[in-house]
């Protein structure tokens, strides 16, 4: 499966937590399997990939400190969001 074709599009690695961006790339193509995502349920690439208007392709993923604030804080696993 493949993303897109054409014109650069970015693919923004979010983190679900905080909303901090975590990395960009920009390709003209994307396997979706040279990003996991093949690896991921119908159910999981919903929660996870998100389509934005402008044709950029935004993952959810986790940054380093709320990694950390998870793994310090594992009550938090029970929370949507855990940052105000």
Do not use: T, W
Not at 18 to 26: A, K, T, V
Not at 64 to 77: A, D, K, R
């Amino acid at each position: 499966m493949f993303i897109r074709g054409g014109m650069m599009m970015p693919i923004i690695y979010q983190c679900r937590h905080c909303g901090q961006e975590i990395g960009r790339l920009n390709q003209q193509m994307v396997d979706a399997s040279m990003l996991g995502l093949d690896q991921l349920s119908a159910d999981e690439q919903q929660e996870m990939v998100n389509y934005r208007d402008n044709g950029d392709v935004e993952i959810k993923s986790i940054c380093e400190s709320c990694e950390e604030s998870l793994g310090s804080n594992p009550q938090y696993h029970e929370l949507d969001h855990f940052i105000q």
